[in-house]
């Protein structure tokens, strides 16, 4: 179906969005035989998760335990996850481990998706208990799309993407080592990985399952009125309205809803990756069915950068800064002109040092950096656009940027003395697996360290943002949203980003929020599903 498609009267199970939370809800409600459709409000398909790298944090997957690298059992996995998530809801962390590697296979088995594991990427905290060097995130095998469901055409895609896999950037590392003609031949081949793939993949088992889309429908109000919910939707200026035993909400966070934002999450916030149409439906449609909610100041933080022009839905489109940071000859300072933070922490913890900042900050790098590492939006050579400041000297840089010049020399001098000796004395950058990763492995003794020396300096602007809010309503183990009273609201259930409460400030590895999402994706469609086939 598309958007001009007629809706049914009623149907098994209703999901509202079509991520990667409610594609696999939507596939595992339709295998077992349940009548689902799946509306999305916007015209393309694939919300945040389109726009992402596409990994997934699946401790104990099936490929880790076939390379028999490591361990990773369950008890590791909870070793590792004890105080990242939230210590307030132990069964769903418990429910998770026990559920996501079942997820990954059953993705397997009903759609053309096929995993990768990804040996060299860390968890985020690799000195933590339960810890792994690598193979819990999995990337995707890249996916022609060319025998897929025809709405693979509506995927979202975002500025600057290119079908580039984990393993291939783990080899190449930088854009002068790209196999571009690899690349051009597979973007035209209808050759995807990452996010697109994932969703690609996920939208045709879907549909193959028997799943109907709609895009340009957006779910407005549930009412329980006995066996069924009267479920309320816009579309093209109607107001159509079927009967659903169950809705799934799966509409992402808040993360465009600026009154939410601005009471809600901390005053540096300005930026966020996911698709403009992510204004808070599922929460909203939650709290008036009475739900109780949990975490609603926390997001998946994201420091982010923004190219001018570039655009998404008819708003600025923000790119993220996630190894950027990592790279030797450059640092971070806040409107002080210090530094605050070691700059390679995961991207997470980063968010959270810049939302505790009251004014700007710049990623500050020379001219050996541009020479040798990529940043979003500038070239190795030629003009560096207006958005990109520079300077002759810091001090000049400095003035461009509004902070006070002897404060910058005196931080980059700091730095620089730091990387002669080797060492970083205030924060102790790259010295862990994940910040040796995210560095240059030609660089010794430390990935991640070197002189901001040469001449012209630069500085972007670094701004506070999400991948996604994580705050919303609370549920049980299997996505059904609970009460105020704690009871569970019949037939309503809220996965990913709506309801990802139980998550805290944590943010384990890479793919953790697309594997938090799926797995209760996953659980919220086999009982819709199973609800829907006892009633019959």
């Known amino acids: 179906m598309t958007g001009s498609a007629p809706l049914p009267d009623s149907v098994d199970v209703l999901v509202a969005g079509s991520g990667a939370a409610g594609l696999t809800a939507a ?57 990242l998530f939230s210590d307030g809801h132990p069964e769903m962390t418990e429910v998770f481990l026990r559920t996501a590697p079942t ?43 060319t025998g897929l469901t025809p709405l693979v055409r509506d995927i979202l895609v975002p500025p600057g993407y290119l079908p580039i896999t984990f393993a291939e950037w783990a080899d190449w590392r930088y854009p002068d080592r790209y196999d571009w003609d690899l690349l051009d031949s597979r973007e035209r081949a209808g050759v995807r990985t990452g ?29 329980f009125t006995g066996p069924a919910l009267a479920v309320e939707l816009e579309q093209h200026g109607g107001a159509p309205r079927i009967a659903a035993r169950s809705v799934v909400l799966a509409t992402g966070g808040f993360d465009w809803d600026r009154e939410l934002r601005t009471r809600l999450h901390p005053r540096a916030q300005r930026a966020s990756g996911a698709p403009p149409s992510n204004t808070g439906d599922g929460l909203r449609i939650a709290e008036r ?93 030629g003009p560096v656009p207006d958005w990109v400041a520079q300077g002759a000297s810091l001090a000049e840089l400095a003035a461009r940027i509004g902070v006070d010049p002897a404060a910058l020399e005196h931080t980059v001098r700091q730095w620089n003395e730091g990387c002669a000796a080797g060492t970083d004395p205030d924060f102790g950058r790259g010295e862990d697996a994940y910040e040796r990763f995210c560095g240059d ?11 901001i020396d040469e001449a012209p300096y630069f500085a972007v602007e670094v701004l506070a943002g999400t991948i996604g809010t994580k705050g919303g309503p609370v549920t049980d183990t299997d996505g059904v949203v ?28 890479p793919g953790a929020t697309l594997a938090v999402a799926m797995t209760m994706g996953y659980r919220a469609g086999l009982h819709a599903g199973a609800a829907a086939r006892s009633v019959r």
């Not at 990994?55 to 335990?65: F, K, S, Y």
Request: aromatic share 8%; hydrophobic share 40%; glycine share 14%.
């Open 103 to 145: 997820m990954a296979r059953f993705v397997e088995e009903h759609s053309p998706h096929r995993f990768v594991r990804c040996p060299t990427y860390p968890d985020y905290f690799p000195s933590r208990p339960g810890a792994t060097l690598g193979g819990r995130a999995l990337d995707s095998e890249p996916l022609d799309t």
């Open 289 to 381: 069915a009475g739900a109780r909610l949990d975490n609603l100041s926390e997001g998946w933080w994201m420091p982010m950068t923004a190219i001018p022009g570039e655009t998404l839905g008819g708003e600025q489109f923000y790119r993220s800064l996630i190894r950027e940071r990592g790279l030797p000859r450059q640092i971070m300072v806040n409107a002080a002109g210090r530094r605050f933070v070691d700059e390679a922490l995961p991207y997470n913890e980063i968010g959270k040092a810049l939302n505790a900042q009251t004014g700007a900050v710049h990623l500050v790098f020379d001219a050996g950096y541009r020479a040798r590492y990529p940043l979003p939006g500038l070239g190795r050579e």
């Open 482 to 509: 609970l009460a105020r009273d704690g009871n569970p609201i019949p037939g309503l259930y809220a996965v990913g980003n709506t309801a990802a409460f139980w998550t805290a400030d944590g943010y384990p590895g």
């Open 27 to 83: 596939l595992a409600a339709a295998v077992q035989g349940a009548e689902v459709l799946l509306v999305e409000r916007a015209d393309r398909l694939g919300g945040t998760s389109a726009l992402s790298g596409g990994r997934v944090w699946v401790p104990g997957n099936h490929l880790q335990a076939a390379a028999k690298d490591g361990d990773d059992g369950p008890e590791a996995a909870a070793a590792y996850l004890k105080g």
């Open 441 to 451: 492995p030609a660089v010794r003794p430390n990935r991640s360290l070197g002189p």
């Open 195 to 223: 996010g697109v793939a994932l969703v690609a993949a996920l939208l045709d088992g879907a549909v193959r399952a028997g799943v109907r889309i709609v895009t340009g429908a957006r779910l407005t109000s549930t009412q």
